[in-house]
């Protein structure tokens, strides 16, 4: 077998970088390497088009998964827990959806408590016939009601007589997330109490990162990371400083990341994530009281990041809402790849309403279809030593430690959050990217780019926000702007609809065969972004024929679309021919474009434009408001 597999190498003499070079020189026939295939990302660091095994040389390579620093993940096999949350609003309905999930596939429970505390009489309702010895049990509240949620809990499971070291989950508490939501100033007054409660639950955690709400805000993933280390040590930095130690800190912290949709980069976001993380703590040479205390007695099991992963509701859309199923899919996929804790599938139907039993069971199946039909669960870091995540891990870790790194100069993410900075960073990267979704320059299948033309909302509107752990006094500071990427060109979809008609775009082809069509694809798709109806033709022989027919149709709007050598020819005898009876438009940007403005044509369409803002001009004329 051997002297088979010699022989077939042999066939395939090794090929070096500087050949490849020269073979790709020779066919990008002049034209610049970088600008053509290097990729700039939004991080701020190039991605190369071939990544060979000389790029892995420097790079940590060798440490196995379970093994610091947890690049490769914190534990050897790829277990996670499928997590769902629920609603409190009703302790008895609760419950029963609680074990109805729970023998559905979901291991990982999250109470949403509605900014309440729940104690006594009502923890025994929630609770009822739910073995919390065998699955997570997770507690979202307001930061000021942790303490008494933490006692309570504690309480609970002593009077029902659990192994409290053995029972697994978290109670949120986290401050940064309320002040960056509700724009109220606190701090972290109860944290080291928290700890002391939470004590005997050796496996709970408290202390929250909820970075997943800058994803949901449209931050890059070097954002969203290097905030989020700032954010972790924020907790250690200040409790440590307080007297408590740094392995009681540490170990219950739990980090809620989100997952966008650039797959390949949130792998390496996670992975790069676990190793920053452990450096972190390592730093404040955290005691180790394991069996097995190594020399130097510092406890590496505390700088084992813990991450709930959930996918974004930033890219979620209110059209074509199926689509935000494979996003999620993706998403989910990325997550599990790269070895988290636990993930949350976000429904797809959540940026228009509350989650339906039928959304829901999709998020749980999708979930489910990794582990028991992909066996994702099966492969621990199957991106461990693949040139490119690897480079893209590492190329990540140094973006994200570099924006760590100003935020502690900047005195901490505390201080950053109550002057606005971490706030006025990535609402401006937001921003960008709804700039770039206007120009399609960032795609969003059914919303900017091929959207369902036949589609309407049938009462589908975007949900406002309606979080169960608001805080309460009057905003100081500034807040995080979660306008998802969709919402303006939904904006004008619905305003289209609401209009109680829907304006017609003919479109007159003639001439080129090729070119009339592409134009005209082109121009359906542009116009489909604001809900209009599009009439495609196969082309007409004159264009008096296509203004004759343009007018039988009740056309609003007329798209000519050809070639760019018959614009000249086409153009202002087609204008002439539609007249007055429709806004006349050319699908296009042609040399002789002066020479068509000179006559009154105005407006053109092409893959230049600003297509939110065109669409919105277009409304406007239409008297759509």
């Known amino acids: 077998m051997s002297n088979k597999k010699e022989k077939l190498f042999s066939e395939f003499p090794p090929v070096s970088t500087e050949e490849w070079m020269a073979k790709i020189t020779e066919d990008l026939k002049g034209a610049d390497f970088e600008k053509k295939l290097v990729w700039r990302t939004n991080e701020g660091f190039k991605v190369q088009p071939f990544y060979r095994q000389e790029d892995l040389q420097g790079l940590d390579t060798e440490t196995k998964p379970g093994e610091f620093p947890y690049k490769r993940g914190t534990k050897a096999c790829n277990t996670w827990f499928v997590r769902q949350g629920i609603s409190t609003k009703d302790i008895k309905e609760a419950n029963a959806k609680a074990l109805d999930i729970l023998n559905k596939g979901v291991d990982s429970l999250s109470f949403c408590c509605r900014g309440r505390l729940i104690e006594g009489a009502d923890l025994e309702a929630l609770l009822k016939d739910i073995c919390a010895d065998c699955i997570e049990l997770n507690f979202s509240t ?41 724009g109220i100033e606190c701090g972290f007054e109860d944290a080291a109490k928290l700890i002391e409660i939470l004590k005997p639950l050796k496996k709970f955690r408290a202390l929250t990162v909820k970075a997943s709400m800058l994803t949901d805000s449209g931050a890059f993933c070097y954002q969203e990371l290097g905030y989020a280390l700032a954010w972790g040590n924020e907790y250690m930095r200040t409790l440590t400083e307080a007297g ?87 998403e989910a996929m990325s997550a599990a790849l790269a070895g988290v804790n636990s993930i949350t599938v976000t429904p797809f139907d959540a940026a228009y309403e509350t989650p339906d039993d039928f959304s829901e069971r999709l998020a749980r199946n999708q979930q489910l279809l990794l582990k028991e039909e992909s066996h994702l669960d099966k492969v621990v870091d199957p991106a461990g030593g693949s040139y490119y995540v690897e480079n893209l891990t590492e190329a990540l870790a140094e973006q994200a430690w570099n924006l760590f790194l100003s935020v502690e100069d900047e005195g901490g993410m505390l201080a950053m959050v109550k002057a606005g900075k971490v706030q006025e960073a990535v609402n401006a990267t937001n921003a960008a990217r709804h700039d770039n979704a206007a120009k399609r320059k960032e795609s969003l299948l059914g919303t900017n780019q091929f959207p369902n033309i036949k589609e309407m909302s049938e009462g589908r509107a975007p949900k406002t926000c309606n979080c169960c752990c608001k805080a309460e006094g009057n905003p100081t500071i500034a807040t995080l702007d979660s306008a998802r990427i969709a919402s303006q060109f939904e904006e004008l979809r619905l305003a289209t609809e609401a209009s109680g008609r829907r304006p017609k775009v003919f479109m007159l082809t003639i001439g080129n065969l090729a070119m009339r069509q592409a134009r005209a694809q082109f121009s359906g798709n542009f116009f489909g972004c604001a809900g209009y109806e599009i009439i495609d033709n196969l082309g007409f022989k004159t264009v008096e024929d296509g203004a004759e027919a343009a007018r039988k149709a009740g056309a609003d709007i007329v798209v000519l679309c050809s070639s760019d050598d018959e614009y000249a020819e086409y153009g202002p005898a087609a204008f002439k021919a539609v007249g007055d009876s429709a806004i006349f438009v050319i699908a296009g940007n042609p040399a002789c474009i002066e020479d068509l403005k000179a006559v009154g044509i105005e407006n053109y369409v092409h893959v230049r434009c600003n297509v939110l803002e065109t669409l919105r001009d277009f409304n406007s004329k239409l008297n759509i408001k």
């Open 142 to 182: 307001k930061p000021q009601l942790a303490c008494a949620q933490a006692q309570a809990l504690v309480d609970y499971f002593t009077k029902k007589g659990y192994d409290l070291s053995a029972l697994k989950g978290s109670i949120s508490y986290d401050p940064i997330a309320s002040m960056l939501k509700s």
């Open 244 to 330: 408590v130690p740094a392995d009681a800190v540490a170990k219950k912290i739990q980090f809620n990341l989100g997952i966008g949709s650039n797959y390949f980069m949130e792998i390496a976001k996670f992975r790069a994530a676990r190793m920053l993380w452990a450096k972190i703590v390592e730093a404040y040479k955290p005691e180790c009281h394991c069996s097995d205390k190594p020399e130097d007695g510092i406890c590496r099991c505390a700088c084992k990041m813990h991450i709930n992963a959930v996918t974004t509701k930033y890219n979620q859309t209110i059209f074509d809402p199926y689509v935000n199923l494979l996003r999620s899919q993706t």
